[in-house]
């Protein structure tokens, strides 16, 4: 029998992605394009913050979405049918994005011009979490119906995203969720996650984030 | 939920590693994986067996060592292990800080293979 010998291979299984990552970082800002991702449950509100978030900016910042939700088409199309620049990606039931997913995205939109490029992740709390797009920022949307524990339960999530944007505010009152506990929660994981409370519905809450955002935006693009 | 794309990632690095070292047959491959990821050990198995067929890997078995979540505190750079379903609770052990950065929890690594 032949002897068995240890071959040390000592490799990143996620570092050709992570690598891929930083190339775009890198090429989106030479563009003075600002890449953003924003992940969360499936019906948490993505679509529906983008829509009334973009509106808010759109004067200001050139806006483009590249939707990944599920084989579905119906998120872009929503987009486009309020002037905003979209494009579906086909992901194939994939349950999350990874760098190389974007670049090539990004080759099939019109980038140039464009001063924030928005991903709506695939609505999943796991895996987009461990899978690098290339975003300078990292959104995680957590509505109240979803109820104030998903930090405990998906921790990962937690510990990636720059800005966590709780919503559905409109719902609390009607809830147990708390809000405290959530903020709380959330900062043990990450003590520098920023965190906003909007309700996409009533529109509170949302000029805090828009123009949190649009300043971070200007701010990369100078 | 995505072991297959991590699967067959692993899959590829295992299989370059083994055509620079003439293997004829991976046996074992050992693997880090923190403990933040949500992997199934089974499922990666799985997938493995199956996209392995007729590779020189076809057959190996693969080590899952759990690296556990570890915290580098902020206030007193003491470094701390986190049990991930006390996260809640977590604080400095030393010094009660609640103000730390991750350090390991969130790895994909492939220390080594046992090859013939
Ligand atoms: N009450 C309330 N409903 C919302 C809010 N944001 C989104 N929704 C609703 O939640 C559902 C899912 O929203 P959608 O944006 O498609 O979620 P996505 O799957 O994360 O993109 C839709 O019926 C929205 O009208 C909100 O702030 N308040
Ligand atoms: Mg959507
Ligand atoms: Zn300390």
């Known amino acids: 029998m032949d002897e068995v010998r240890l071959i040390e291979v000592k490799e990143d299984i996620l570092s050709d992605n992570k690598a891929q990552a930083d190339g775009l970082r890198i090429s989106l800002k030479a563009e003075k394009s600002f890449l953003m991702n924003l992940m969360s449950s499936p019906g948490a509100g993505k679509t529906t913050l983008l829509m009334k978030s973009i509106a808010k900016i759109k004067d200001d910042v050139k806006v483009g979405v590249m939707e990944a939700d599920i084989d579905s088409k119906v998120d872009a199309e929503k987009l486009v049918a309020q002037g905003i620049s979209a494009i579906q990606l086909r992901t194939g039931g994939f349950c999350h994005l990874d760098a190389n997913m974007v670049t090539k995205g990004l080759e099939a939109m019109d980038v140039k011009g464009l001063d924030l490029i928005i991903i709506e992740n695939v609505g999943n709390l796991v895996c987009p979490a461990e899978f690098d797009t290339g975003a300078v920022l990292n959104v995680m949307l957590l509505s109240v119906p979803e109820g104030d524990d998903k930090p405990l339960k998906y921790p990962l999530m937690f510990t990636v995203c720059d800005v966590l944007i709780v ?32 309700s996409a519905k009533t529109g509170e809450g949302l000029d805090d984030w828009t123009d949190w955002l649009k300043n971070e935006v200007t701010t990369f693009g100078k | 939920m995505h072991e297959l794309p991590v699967t067959e990632k692993i899959l590829d690095i295992i299989v370059a590693h083994a055509e620079r070292n003439n293997v004829q047959k991976v046996v074992t491959i050992n693997l880090n994986i923190g403990e933040l990821s949500d992997l199934e050990d089974e499922w990666i198995q799985n997938y493995f067996d199956y996209l392995a067929k007729g590779s020189v890997a076809e057959g190996a078995k693969l080590v899952i060592e759990k690296v556990p979540v570890v915290m580098n505190c902020n206030g007193c750079s003491n470094t701390f292990q986190v049990d991930i379903k006390e996260m809640k609770e977590m604080q400095c052990p030393d010094c009660d800080s609640k103000d730390y950065t991750l350090i390991s929890g969130k790895d994909y690594y492939i220390k080594n293979m046992e090859v013939v």
Do not use: C, G, H, Q
Request: glycine share 0%.
């Open chain 1, 167 to 198: 919503t559905k505010m409109d719902y609390l009152s009607l809830s147990d969720f708390d809000l405290n506990a959530v903020r709380e929660r959330a900062k043990k994981l990450n003590p520098n996650i920023k965190i906003f409370e909007v």
